[in-house]
């Protein structure tokens, strides 16, 4: 059975930090893509970014360019999304999600981290 | 590339048939994907390359449609379908549109 995990999600202050991490099993995580992608409240869904099943290729939404990185140790079939110099818009539920192919939609998904910018 | 769905909620008793639409800014050739989610839940992959079902979902749901308009089309809802729609073009990258919410009328 996949299952995608993601932990590390919290309450942060503006300008701050924060790396979620995604524990992929049930599947060769090495053989797959994956991508990150978040909701705020209320609202609907953003890419982010995405990573190839080696990590050699990564791709970043405008909106977080340059803050966030994605990245993957595929010994630990991990996927993580370092987030920088966070701000309030950064409020979302964000999910990691597996391609079902290389560059196809997400055919399955974690449960989401709650992450809360706020003072 | 900018996804626009429509119309933004759809008022439908069960047993009806839903029809919902995708219009890309550009050609997004077959590579458009609809996602169902329900409240408090992940998005759930229902159509892959505008009219390919993922696994396990039933065949009321079809998708349809080329280059810049494409439909999803739910042939008679069932109870567990009222939830909101997206579509996701993967041409160029990945971007979604902003949903289409399935209600009970």
């Known amino acids: 059975e996949v299952q995608l995990l993601e932990s590390g999600g919290g309450l942060v202050q503006p300008g701050g930090s924060l790396r979620l991490s995604c524990a992929a099993s049930?599947?060769?995580?090495?053989?797959?893509?994956m991508n990150w992608v978040r909701q705020a409240p209320g609202k609907g869904l953003e890419f982010l970014s995405a990573?190839?099943?080696?990590?050699?290729?990564?791709y970043y939404a405008d909106s977080v360019k340059g803050r966030f990185t994605i990245s993957r140790d595929n010994s630990k079939n991990m996927l993580y999304l370092q987030m920088n110099s966070l701000t309030a818009e950064d409020t979302a539920i964000y999910y990691c999600?597996?391609?079902?192919?290389?560059?196809?939609?997400?055919?399955?998904w974690g449960q989401g981290a709650l992450v809360t910018v706020s003072p | 590339i900018v996804l626009t769905q429509s119309p933004a909620t759809l008022s439908l008793s069960p047993g009806e048939r839903a029809t919902l639409s995708c219009r890309a800014s550009?050609?997004?050739?077959?590579?458009l994907a609809w996602y169902q989610q329900k409240p408090g839940q992940a998005p759930r992959l229902l159509i892959y390359?505008?009219?390919n079902r993922a696994t396990g979902i039933p065949a009321r749901f079809s998708g349809s449609g080329s280059g810049t308009d494409f439909t999803l089309t739910i042939s008679s809802l069932e109870p567990e379908d009222f939830a909101v729609y997206y579509c996701?073009?993967?041409?160029?990258?990945?971007?979604f549109g902003q949903g289409t919410k399935v209600e009970i009328k």
């Open positions: 999600a597996k391609e079902r192919g290389h560059r196809q939609p997400c055919d399955y």
């Open positions: 049930g599947f060769t995580f090495s053989s797959y893509g």
């Open positions: 990573i190839s099943s080696d990590g050699s290729r990564t």
């Open positions: 550009q050609s997004v050739s077959s590579y």
């Open positions: 390359d505008t009219s």
């Open positions: 996701q073009q993967r041409s160029d990258w990945w971007t």
